[in-house]
Nanobody, 113 residues
Framework: QVQLVESGGGLVQPGGSLRLSCAASGFTFQNYFMGWVRQAPGKGLEWVSSINKKGGRTNYADSVGGRFIMSRDNANSTLYLQMNDLKPEDTAVYYC??????RGQGTQVTVSS
């Protein structure tokens, strides 16, 4: 059974940083592209970033490019999202997802002074 468990969210001031983690289990993590998506209050799901199987190639939404860094540790089946220079518009529930559409329960990120 696929399980994706996000952690690392919280309340941070504008300009601050957070590092999200996603622990994967129930499947062969290294065989799948992975991604992060987010959902802001009252809005739909927004793709944030994705990473290839080996972690050598990443892609980012224009809204987060240059501020967020996605990485993966295949040995430990863990996905990361380093978020820097956070802005109030980054406030959302962040989900990790595999390329089959499975998602975790999400972790709340709130950027506010």
């Amino acid at each position: 059974q696929v399980q994706l468990v996000e952690s690392g969210g919280g309340l941070v001031q504008p300009g601050g940083s957070l590092r999200l983690s996603c622990a994967a289990s129930g499947f062969t993590f290294q065989n799948y592209f992975m991604g992060w998506v987010r959902q802001a209050p009252g809005k739909g799901l927004e793709w944030v970033s994705s990473i290839n199987k080996k972690g050598g190639r990443t892609n980012y939404a224009d809204s987060v490019g240059g501020r967020f860094i996605m990485s993966r540790d295949n040995a430990n089946s863990t996905l990361y999202l380093q978020m820097n220079d956070l802005k109030p518009e980054d406030t959302a529930v962040y989900y990790c997802a595999d390329d089959r559409g499975h998602r975790g329960q999400g972790t709340q990120v709130t950027v506010s002074s």
